[in-house]
């Protein structure tokens, strides 16, 4: 079904110096109480402005497109990622920067995803949402609506501030691919604990310049809409037994497992561990060492209990998070669908390389 969009401040057409796309995919953040039901439902949410009349002073246009489907971010999907890379590239000439309203569950996620699937990006994509829905009184919805888009409107000597993908939520700017849902009840559910803060938003809106992402004006937008599902994570703990371990690597058509670790990326040393992870290697699955810790980086052969990780063929994902490990997994899968040794090789150089801010060297 062909979307709509409607400008949701028509006001701000006649001196608007930029215009924003806002995509709404459902989430906490735009419900509301509905007394007769006694629960929270989803609520029109084309009718925002009713909600957030300060829409209407800012100097900017805004337009909404509404997802065919209202999602709760814990049903999101690789499709509904394609979705929104192909809605951002139908749009890309037509709008300077975009929003994206998202369940705060999976929003990592997905902006891990968009920042590997929208390849030559040089126009800010920022997600964010509410804790609390809009419709009550308390709600983080407005500030986190409000400065998202002032962000995405924001440009210095006729250039985007921002041009990658982003979360923006309470006062703190990430790159999308290095942030983590790291509280689900206090305000501030994001963290990067690897890279710094792209912006802090107090009075004014402090933007860390070294930290962004150069703007590229040359670049044109590719988008990877292939996506390899045969992916999975398989978290380590004191205990885990070769049935566990075996069954996963096992499973048929799987091409890549993301390997949670313990502190620097270490793992047991019992020779079954390592045979069943070399005989995996060996078929051509990659497996990524990704820690168990938000802060740190996995540094494989710096304890004898990771060499062998290293002497196995397994990648090191440095300063990765998780979500930004599959994702990234699933598209680079995606983009080579050959299975031969080059392919591999091609992947594992790429795995352990940073190809959009990710991961440091
Ligand atoms: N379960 C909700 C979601 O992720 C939570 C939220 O929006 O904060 O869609």
Redesign the pocket.
């Known amino acids: 079904m062909p979307y709509r969009i409607i400008q949701i401040n028509p006001s701000a057409t006649s001196n608007s110096r930029a215009s924003v796309l806002v995509i709404y995919t ?4 735009g419900m509301v109480y509905e007394p007769q039901a006694g629960q929270l439902v989803p609520f029109d949410f084309e009718r925002v402005v009713d909600r957030l009349p300060e829409l209407n002073r800012l100097d900017f246009a805004i337009s909404l497109l509404t997802l065919n489907e209202i ?4 049903n999101m999907k690789p499709a509904v990622w394609v979705e929104l890379a192909q809605i951002i590239q139908d749009h890309y000439s037509s709008y300077d920067s975009f929003v994206i309203l ?6 990592s996620f997905t902006a891990s995803a968009l920042s590997f699937m929208l390849e030559g990006l040089s126009k800010p994509v920022i997600l964010t ?3 609390l829905p809009i419709g009550v009184a308390r709600s983080d919805a407005r500030e986190n609506f409000i400065t998202a888009l002032e962000i995405a409107a924001a440009t210095e000597a006729d250039r985007p501030l921002v041009p990658e993908v982003c979360v923006y939520f309470n006062s703190l700017l990430l790159r999308g691919n290095r942030s983590t849902k790291r509280e689900s009840v206090q305000f501030n ?1 994001f963290t990067s604990e690897n890279y710094p803060h792209l912006a802090n938003a107090g009075v004014s809106i402090d933007y860390n310049r070294p930290f962004i992402r150069p703007y590229q004006p040359n670049q044109s937008l590719k988008i990877h809409k292939t996506l390899d599902p045969n992916v999975t994570i398989l978290k380590l703990f004191p205990g885990i037994t070769q049935a566990v371990v075996e069954s996963i690597v096992n499973i048929p058509s799987l091409r890549g497992i993301v390997l949670e670790t313990f502190g620097a990326g270490n793992a047991p040393t019992d020779a079954w561990f390592l045979d069943v992870l070399k005989g995996t290697v060996d078929r051509g699955v990659l497996i990524f060492n990704v820690s168990q810790c938000e802060g740190g980086r996995v540094t494989q052969g710096q304890y004898q209990t990771s060499k062998h990780l290293l002497q196995i063929g397994v990648v090191s994902g440095a300063d990765i998070t998780t979500e930004a490990a599959i994702t990234k997994l699933m598209v680079l899968l995606g983009r080579e669908p050959g299975y031969g040794p080059e392919a591999v090789l091609r992947l594992r150089t790429l795995l352990a390389q940073p190809i959009s801010g990710e991961m440091s060297e």
């Open positions: 459902g989430g906490t953040f999602i709760d971010s814990s998202h369940g705060t569950d999976t929003m949402g509410a804790q559910a």
